[in-house]
């Protein structure tokens, strides 16, 4: 018997009649089809070793032809709910979109994510080592990353949720002690009378060996804040 306002589409190569509001009639018994749920969630009927998905079945005969590359949405987020108002014909970009603006998604974090570069343990160290003041280039090394990943970090463009254990500190202008810096204290005062002298940059990082961008952040008092302060009386 149909609902309100049921429609009743013939499925090709199939016994069935497709409803749009998600139903299955088997035209051999008259009675609608037991319709099974996959471990995806979503249900499904079999027909001659080949398994169709109900909400495609709808979206076919109800919305237009699924072209290739395109996948069926359920717009409340219910893939129980078939009834074609709720399915859309989507990119896959747009399902994914649409999963994680309604929760139905959650992004992994930290080392869970397979694409992670290190481990939750390793970050903090990263992270550790960012806040004392080491340079992009230096953290590379010895991260064995990319100085551009540690900008992503040192920003917190990476790793947001592990920053947030470490409070509100910021990276750029850390206060943290000197220890572990790749300039001796001598060399941090020979460095900041070639700054105060006149001398660029990159001459200092040349002489000195330091990674690029090292020079400015000195200049700046990026890093290194406790020996402006011990040494010069500087603070930031």
Known sequence: MLKDGEILKKVDKCPWMISNKGRIKSLKTN?????????????FVSYNSKTYLTHRLVAQYFIDP????????????NKTNNHVDNLEIVTYKENTRHAFDHGLMVPLCGEENSMSKLTNSQ???????????????????????????????RHKKRWKKLWSEFGSINAEMSNGNDRNKSLSPQQFVQ???????????????????LSS??????????????WWKDYFGESI
């Open 123 to 153: 970050a903090r160290n990263l992270i550790n080592d960012i806040i004392k003041g080491l340079a992009n280039g230096e953290l590379a090394i010895k991260y064995n990353l990319h100085d551009r990943y540690i900008s992503l970090v």
């Open 31 to 43: 009675a609608e089809k037991i319709q099974y749920m996959g471990t995806s969630g979503y249900y």
């Open 66 to 77: 699924i072209p290739k590359g395109m996948v069926v949405n359920h717009k409340d987020g």
């Open 191 to 209: 460095v900041v009378k070639k700054i105060k002298n006149g001398v660029s940059n990159a001459s200092i990082e040349r002489e000195f060996n």
């Open 213 to 226: 961008g090292t020079g400015s952040r000195i200049r700046h008092k990026k890093i290194y804040c406790n």
